[in-house]
């Protein structure tokens, strides 16, 4: 499975994004694709998980803040996010997991909030 991330780039405080995460390959063996992002410094984070089935888990720091959902037909994820303060400047890595529990990650894709 690939996946290329795309959307990230300079964003004012109080602005919104949408950060896309196209999929090929064996694309019917993946059980649940999510978002994690690293912010300078720290570890890195889930924010929001979609399963194949359409089960959402938010982390409960972007709760309210961020929506994500997955087009099928396309085979693309996407991550929204409003309302968005410096401290969501991070990378955003897109991954997708298997029925074999094996993840496979996006190149990140970097957003930064500032004026």
């Known amino acids: 499975v690939q996946l290329q991330a795309s959307g990230g780039g300079l964003v004012q405080p109080g602005g919104s994004l949408r950060l896309s995460c196209a999929a090929s390959g064996m694309i019917p063996r993946i059980d649940k694709w999510g978002w994690y992002r690293q912010a300078p410094g720290k570890e890195r984070e889930l924010v929001a998980t979609?399963?194949?089935?359409?089960?959402?888990n938010y982390a409960n720091n972007v709760k309210g803040q961020f929506t994500i959902s997955r087009d099928s037909a396309s085979n693309t994820l996407y991550l929204e996010g409003s309302n968005l303060k410096p401290e969501d400047t991070a990378v955003y890595y897109c991954?997708?997991?298997?029925?074999?529990?094996?993840?496979?990650w996006g190149k990140g894709t970097l957003v930064t909030v500032s004026s």
């Open positions: 991954y997708a997991e298997d029925n074999r529990f094996l993840r496979y």
């Open positions: 979609i399963t194949k089935r359409g089960f959402i």
